[in-house]
């Protein structure tokens, strides 16, 4: 068994775990570990970064400096985490708090200096533009944005001049099965989650901790204690202890009834051959549109997700059509959309057209749904609150994250006021505001049946009230 031992008065002995043995041994130059809290993946990077990688320069090319930048989110987990853990394995190094730079030797034969960078925006590029790097560790990587991660990529094997080798490492807890790194990464064993999609990036190799793998290293009861204390939160529990794909909760959560367990189908949800409802996010330039059905009175099923950020409404449009013809063959649909999606625009050759004039054209008659956003996130939540109210395929995976913590309000931003301002915008929002479009429709009806859009009589006013109760 491989074990490095940090130079400390009193010995430290780094004893390493199967997943952290196929990692250090691994010849992929760009790494990632994804595991459960307390796994000891903060520990492997450090000894990576700290003494196998410039042991192993040394050995193999004769390079006694290398330098490293390691990331992290917020400068205060930075300096309270991954700094102190850096220092509890290397205790010689020695610390510049100005330039915020660890340095430390091995028998004056490598040199090792760190650079520790704040990134949690892509606006923090400039942080590492002028970098001359050996390699980088983001610690936490899922929460540092992807164009930091690009950045990155070139500023290594830049140091010391002409290296001959770059590396990357990354320590996460689990992503969502739609973040980057769960398709980027070749993983030496599958991911407790669906296959991911897409060919791995190459010379990128990923480790996916098993569940307590390293609870011999910790304290007694440590999971059992977290187990307890979250007990009323299943899906953190998976991601945190069981090391399943997740999602970071990043702000307030928008819907208060949710339950993964209750509200997504165990198996795919079949179509009952009645008419279809959809609903459109269509008024900006990342649509997306859900299809929902209504099987029996007050039961709300969600059969299909689409989404894009690269398509056209009218390319988004005719892809939809297809795959509807495709899945539900002769289906009768009732559309429903953003009210936006009406506002006008001059168009090339004169004249002024909308995305919704543009899906009519295509054969799709949307509707404008409702624009107030409460009522919206009302019309939703209500849904969630009754038995069998909403149920989800299993396959709306954006739609599912959503829900866990991926739809969400702005972190610094009060919830109340414009609340449409307040609302996180990312690649959760458009499908959710999809969804909003046509169950405020499907829940405004008279009496039972979710048969179709309901409009409320008008307001009578104050006389007309007074003289029906007089009668």
């Known amino acids: 068994m491989m074990q490095a031992v940090a130079e400390k008065a009193e010995r430290r002995i780094y004893t390493l775990l199967p997943t952290m043995k196929r990692f250090h041994e691994s010849s992929a130059q760009m790494r990632c570990i994804v595991g459960p809290v307390g796994s000891g993946k903060t520990t492997s990077a450090s000894m990576e970064i700290g003494y196998y990688l410039p042991q ?104 010391p001049r002409k290296c001959p080798c770059r590396f990357g490492i990354e320590t996460t807890n689990p992503p969502d099965v739609e973040h980057p790194t769960y398709s980027e990464f070749a993983w030496d064993t599958p991911p407790p989650g669906p296959i991911p999609e897409g060919q791995p990036l190459p ?95 007050n039961h709300i099923q969600l059969l299909k997700e689409f989404h894009s950020d690269r398509l056209g409404i009218v390319d988004f449009t005719n892809y939809v059509q297809n795959q509807c013809n495709l899945l539900w063959p002769n289906a009768e649909y009732e559309e429903w959309g953003d009210p936006a999606g009406e506002n006008e625009y001059s168009k090339r050759g004169g004249g002024f057209t909308s995305n919704a004039k543009l899906m009519r054209e295509c054969g799709v008659n949307v509707k404008p749904s ?55 915008k990312n690649r959760f929002s458009h499908p959710h505001d999809a969804l909003q479009y046509v169950l405020v429709r499907l829940t405004r009806t008279r009496g039972k049946s979710l048969k179709g859009p309901y409009h409320p009589p008008p307001r009578r006013g104050r006389m007309a009230k007074r003289k029906m109760a007089r009668a």
């Open 56 to 159: 192993f320069m040394n050995r193999e090319f004769g390079i006694k400096q290398t330098r490293w930048a390691v990331i992290r989110n917020t400068y205060n987990e930075l300096m309270d985490t991954t700094l102190r853990t850096v220092q509890e394995w290397f205790p010689q190094a020695i610390w510049r708090a100005q330039r915020k730079t660890l340095f430390f030797w091995y028998d004056n034969k490598c040199e090792v200096e760190m650079l520790f960078r704040s990134c949690d925006r892509p606006d923090d590029i400039k942080k590492l533009k002028s970098l001359e790097l050996t390699g980088y560790w983001i610690d936490e990587s899922i929460e540092v944005p992807e164009e930091i991660k690009r950045m990155l990529k070139n500023r290594i094997g830049r140091f």
């Open 203 to 297: 010379n990128h190799a990923g480790f996916w901790q098993p569940p307590r793998e390293n609870e011999a290293n910790l304290r007694p009861n440590y999971y059992a204690d977290l187990a307890n204390d979250y007990k009323d939160y299943p899906d953190w529990l998976e991601m945190y202890i069981d090391g399943k794909p997740g999602i970071i909760i990043r702000g307030k959560l928008i819907y208060h009834n949710f339950k993964r367990d209750y509200h997504v189908a165990k198996q795919p949800l079949i179509w009952a051959k009645g008419p279809l409802y959809r609903g459109w996010d269509n008024s900006g330039n990342v649509p997306a549109c859900v299809v929902v059905q209504v099987p029996r009175p």
């Open 370 to 424: 409702e624009q107030n956003i409460r009522a919206r996130i009302e019309a939703v939540d209500q849904s969630l609150a009754r038995i069998e109210g909403l149920v989800i395929d299993p396959s709306c995976i954006r739609i599912i994250n959503g829900f866990l913590g991926g739809y969400c309000y702005k972190p610094d931003v009060a919830t109340t006021g414009e609340e449409r301002d307040a609302i996180m």
